[in-house]
């Protein structure tokens, strides 16, 4: 009998990947020296909503067809990662509200000492996020491709395809592959029907550009 394949896990490492560029990327912004124009920073505050609303479509969907899958074929001595991961998510949707907070003060970037409030809390998701994504990676997508089958895979990227994030996929998809592998952004890619894939070329990457040229 030969082996079952593993997965592309490329959509849910697309994801983890973009969220931590970006964290990077808000932390260099928040915690330099450069003034934030009133203009940057409401960019910057729109760029943190699409960041929030794909964190939350990627764990939704994960909440609701991947993990509990998960759980029913895992034996009882296997599930403490899930477990780990429930909290981690919590602790990290609390770090994220609190991160929200700071970017949304009229005065975040007012001064030293508020630019250093935004910055911390943005670096405390950037832990939070790492911790928890690093916990998927290295722990739970092996038991996904030991324990779970290809419908079961298929069945969480159909559900997170349906809702992706804000915007759905014209904003979220370039997004996601902003200076991402090429690899990534095949495997990524590959999932949508050719009508989507022009839309990504001609369109919808065209525009993100623009909007954010200036941004960081």
Same mark, same amino acid.
């Given at each position: 009998?030969?082996?079952?394949?593993?997965?592309?896990? $490329?959509?849910? @490492?697309?994801?983890? %990947?973009?969220?931590?560029?970006?964290?990077?990327?808000?932390?260099?912004? +928040? $915690?330099? &020296?450069?003034?934030? &124009?009133?203009?940057?920073? /409401?960019?910057?505050?729109?760029?943190?909503?699409?960041?929030?609303?794909?964190?939350? !479509?990627?764990?939704?969907?994960?909440?609701?067809?991947?993990?509990?899958?998960?759980?029913?074929?895992?034996? =009882?001595?296997?599930?403490?990662?899930? %477990?780990?991961?429930? *909290?981690?998510?919590?602790?990290?949707?609390?770090?994220?509200?609190?991160?929200?907070?700071?970017?949304?003060?009229?005065?975040?970037?007012?001064?030293? /000492?508020?630019?250093?409030?935004? +910055?911390?809390?943005? *670096?405390?998701?950037?832990?939070?996020?790492?911790?928890?994504?690093?916990?998927?990676?290295?722990?739970?997508?092996?038991?996904?491709? !030991?324990?779970?089958?290809?419908? %079961?895979?298929?069945?969480?990227? +159909?559900?997170?395809?349906? /809702?992706?994030?804000?915007?759905?996929? *014209?904003?979220?998809?370039? @997004?996601?592959?902003? $200076? /991402?592998?090429?690899?990534?952004? !095949?495997?990524?890619?590959?999932?949508?029907?050719?009508?989507?894939? =022009?839309?990504?070329? *001609?369109?919808?990457?065209?525009?993100?550009?623009?909007?954010?040229? %200036?941004?960081?």
């Amino acid at each position: 009998m030969s082996p079952t394949p593993v997965p592309d896990f $490329g959509a849910m @490492f697309a994801v983890h %990947d973009a969220v931590r560029r970006d964290l990077a990327r808000a932390v260099s912004l +928040t $915690g330099g &020296t450069a003034p934030v &124009t009133e203009v940057r920073a /409401a960019a910057l505050r729109a760029r943190w909503e699409l960041l929030c609303g794909v964190v939350a !479509a990627h764990e939704q969907a994960e909440d609701l067809t991947l993990w509990p899958r998960l759980r029913v074929v895992l034996p =009882a001595e296997e599930t403490g990662p899930l %477990d780990v991961a429930a *909290e981690q998510h919590v602790a990290l949707d609390t770090a994220l509200a609190e991160a929200t907070r700071s970017l949304t003060d009229p005065d975040a970037f007012a001064d030293r /000492a508020h630019r250093e409030r935004a +910055t911390g809390a943005l *670096e405390h998701v950037a832990v939070r996020a790492d911790h928890h994504f690093g916990l998927e990676e290295r722990r739970l997508l092996p038991l996904v491709a !030991a324990w779970l089958d290809a419908a %079961d895979w298929a069945a969480f990227v +159909t559900s997170w395809s349906a /809702a992706p994030g804000p915007g759905g996929f *014209e904003r979220v998809l370039p @997004f996601l592959l902003d $200076g /991402a592998h090429p690899d990534r952004s !095949a495997s990524v890619l590959s999932g949508l029907d050719p009508q989507q894939q =022009a839309a990504y070329a *001609e369109i919808w990457r065209p525009s993100y550009r623009a909007a954010t040229a %200036d941004l960081w």
